[in-house]
């Protein structure tokens, strides 16, 4: 992560400084010409809520947010004017910038910062000249008496999070298998403090895990079970909360082989797991105080000559039986067997997240995540609510009894895929078989990779659920 954030001391002079005002009666509190001041009304007439004044040693950028509407409306339009000014920064070539805060507030404030870093994200890794394509802006600082370095802090740690979470996200499999992805999440436990345990494949076999053992038949690099437990010694819950992160490190579709125009971001197929461990490195960086655990099942799924194969029958960690139909099915396997082995953890709440239908991504697009959920009315409510103030929002699709008809087997407990209809739920039906205490799932199939950049979410991947996970988390702790 190329830059820094920190509290200015004083009132910014000569440096580039983005002003946050809501009228203006706030342009009083700046020096301004008479003519400066006659142009920057004149363009918020227009409809112009960032507006750059360029001087002769420094830039000034005012940034107009409406104080009308909801409290994630204003939220998300702060996070969007502040990745509108570091895209002005960057094309400008400045390295370093103040926010002086005339008369936004706290929260409004750390969301404008937060959008300036989402935004300023690169993924640069395999360019030859990585000089020449880095962002310039690698500095900003922060004039408010209201905000304190804690306060500064937090908002890096979680931008911070997001950027690993990304960045696992667009590491191509050929770096990044599922041994390695487990490395990663050891080091990123080693940083923060939180137990990371890996098993190996040897492991997974005793365990009976057949679910992830079948996906990864196809592959000659062994599967990963990564456990993640953040315990507090003073945790405010003694039944954890569990995340479950689909850890699918590259998808073929295995011999239910996907076209390949489908097959390009299949690199992808692994964002719940980088969300989940992203999560918890924020969870853990920040020291709160809530009992936390991050399950994530990892391997590739490809057709080499011992893959599994559709009419195989499979038996999965707690013993229920699964005909596979369609080998591209192998999400929904893989986390099966997780969920169930989260049972021995007698958990509070789960939540597993997950790349897993196209019928998701068709149902609602990249703009929201589809979410369902058995036994946690109340915890789904607020999942919702705290979606809605970062901007990761879910919508509700129904877990009614009436969709398992469509799983079940001739020849064993279920099948791995339904009919044409719901792929989703039937998806989350299956998935529910598996779990015995409340549970949420979530389906980020389109908000997870971008195709086109959307604000401050890059081309590529995204890191949705990181900010999710961590402020639903950080509920609790009040």
Sequence with gaps: ???????????????????????????????????????????????????????????????????????????????????????????????????????????????????????????????????KKQNSLTEIAVYSAQIDDSDL?????????????????????????AEA??????????ETGAKVEVFNKKKIESLKMGGLLAVNRGSIDEPTFTTITWKP???????????????????????????????????????????????????SKAKLPVYVIGLIPATDNRPDGNAYTPGDVVTMFDNTTVEVLNTDAEGRMILADALAYAKKFDPELVIDIATLTGAAARAIGPQATVGMQAKADAEFSELQKT??????RIVEFPMWDEYKEQIKSEIADLKNIGGLEAGAIT?????????????????????SFLSKRDKYRPTGGTGVGVRLFYEFIKSKSN
């Excluded at 667009?170 to 770096?175: E, Q, Y």
């Excluded at 979606?387 to 990761?392: A, K, Q, R, S, Y």
């Design 153 to 177: 802090e937090s908002v890096f740690n979680l931008t911070k999070a997001v950027y690993k979470a990304r960045d696992l996200v667009n590491t191509p499999v050929a770096d990044l298998n």
């Design 233 to 283: 010694a003073h945790a405010v819950n003694t039944k954890p909360y569990v995340f479950v992160g689909k850890g699918v490190v590259y998808d073929t579709g295995g011999l239910s082989l996907k076209p390949s125009n489908f097959m390009d971001t299949m690199k992808s197929d692994m964002a719940g797991a980088a969300a989940v461990a992203s999560a918890m490195y924020a969870i």
């Design 427 to 447: 998806a989350g039906k299956f998935l529910e078989h598996f779990t015995n205490y409340p549970y949420i799932h979530l389906d980020i199939a389109a908000p």
């Design 1 to 131: 992560m190329n830059l820094t954030l920190k509290k200015a001391l004083r009132k910014p002079t000569a440096a580039d400084t983005i002003y946050l005002v809501k009228d203006g009666s706030g342009l009083k509190q700046i020096k301004l010409t008479a003519d400066e001041t006659d142009f920057i009304k004149k363009q918020h007439r227009n409809k112009q809520n960032v507006i750059t004044i360029n001087r002769y040693k420094n830039r000034l950028i005012f940034v107009y947010a409406e104080t009308l509407g909801t409290k994630a409306k204003r939220y998300e339009n702060y996070r969007t004017f502040g990745n509108e000014v570091q895209s002005v920064l960057n094309s400008a070539k400045v390295e370093r910038a103040v926010v002086h805060v005339i008369t936004a507030t706290k929260e409004e404030t750390l969301a404008f910062v937060e959008g300036m870093i989402l935004g300023n994200y690169q993924f640069l890794k395999y360019f030859t000249e990585k000089d």
């Design 181 to 190: 992805l487990a490395a990663t999440i050891v080091e990123m436990g080693k």
């Design 387 to 392: 979606g809605n103030l970062v901007h990761e």
